[in-house]
């Protein structure tokens, strides 16, 4: 799992990717910004909508 954040909307998110996927932009789970950027930090539980379905 790979953590990233997006720039659009701000939340953080998790993602299974390959390793070689890693480091390229994502899609966020959120409000589908193609461009969310890979995070080093711990995953912060943030607001995405109540229930936070993502995936
Ligand atoms: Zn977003």
């Known amino acids: ?3 990233y954040a997006c ?3 701000g ?3 998790e993602k299974l990717r390959r390793m ?3 480091d390229s932009p994502a ?3 959120c409000c589908g ?3 969310a950027s890979r995070v080093l ?3 912060a539980a943030g607001g ?3 229930g936070r379905n993502f995936g």
Do not use: D, I, L, Q
């Open 1 to 3: 799992m790979y953590e």
């Open 7 to 9: 720039p659009e909307c």
């Open 11 to 13: 939340v953080k998110f």
């Open 20 to 22: 070689s996927e890693a």
């Open 27 to 29: 899609r966020c789970a």
């Open 33 to 35: 910004a193609e461009n």
């Open 41 to 43: 930090s711990t995953f």
């Open 48 to 50: 995405c909508g109540p």
